[in-house]
Nanobody
């Protein structure tokens, strides 16, 4: 499975971005998909995930501002980022979790920069 993330950029505080992640090489419809992020000098942290059936899970920092969704027909997962804050500045990585094999696939990341 190869994952390609896109949609990052520079935005002012309070603005919005929509991140996309395209999976190729295999059908990931049965996988959990989601996003982590890593800010400079900080460990990678969980942001949001969505199951194959559409159940979602969010980090506390993302609740109420970010929305994760997926399109199984297109093998894609999205992350809508609203009301962005400077502390959201990070490289955002998408992942696909093969629950049966207990293996995670990772994309290359897309940079989100929020200016104050």
């Amino acid at each position: 499975v190869q994952l390609q993330a896109s949609g990052g950029g520079l935005v002012q505080a309070g603005g919005s971005l929509r991140l996309s992640c395209t999976a190729s090489g295999s059908d990931v419809g049965g996988y959990i998909m989601g996003w982590h992020r890593q800010a400079p000098g900080r460990p990678r942290e969980f942001v949001a995930a969505i199951s194959s059936g559409g159940s979602t899970n969010y980090a506390d920092s993302a609740k109420g501002r970010f929305t994760i969704s997926r399109d199984n027909n297109k093998n894609m997962v999205y992350l809508q980022l609203n009301n962005l804050k400077p502390e959201d500045t990070a490289v955002y990585y998408c992942f696909a979790e093969d629950v049966q094999r207990r293996f995670n696939y990772w994309g290359q990341g897309t940079l989100v920069t929020v200016s104050s």
